[in-house]
Nanobody
Framework: QLQLVESGGGLVQPGGSLRLSCAAS????????IGWFRQAPGKEREGVSC????????DYADSVKGRFTISRDNAKNTVYLQMNSLKPEDTAVYYC???????????????????WGQGTQVTVSA
């Protein structure tokens, strides 16, 4: 059974850092594009970042560019989202998603993705 499990969320002070992990089971992550999304209370889900199956291409929302870094370790079947200089407005439930696609670019549109994790809460507060 194909499954994605996020971890690494928690409570952090403004300016702090967290690293989220998205671990895959039941399939080989290396063939899939992975996206990270977030949803804050009362807001629509936002595409934060994505990475191609090869890892050669990434994309970021303007709101996180320069602060967040997406990476993948296909040997560990895991994708990471390193989040630095966190702000209160980064508070949300963060989800990872996967789609079987070997193209040269990735997309942050949620319609592009077929498989979703359950999410992990990130709270940035003093």
């Amino acid at each position: 059974q194909l499954q994605l499990v996020e971890s690494g969320g928690g409570l952090v002070q403004p300016g702090g850092s967290l690293r989220l992990s998205c671990a895959a089971s039941g399939f080989t992550l290396g063939y899939y594009v992975i996206g990270w999304f977030r949803q804050a209370p009362g807001k629509e889900r936002e595409g934060v970042s994505c990475i191609t199956s090869s890892g050669r291409s990434t994309d970021y929302a303007d709101s996180v560019k320069g602060r967040f870094t997406i990476s993948r370790d296909n040997a560990k079947n895991t994708v990471y989202l390193q989040m630095n200089s966190l702000k209160p407005e980064d508070t949300a439930v963060y989800y990872c998603a996967a789609v079987l696609y070997s193209g040269a670019v990735c997309y942050r549109s949620e319609d592009h993705y077929d498989y979703w994790g359950q999410g992990t809460q990130v709270t940035v507060s003093a």
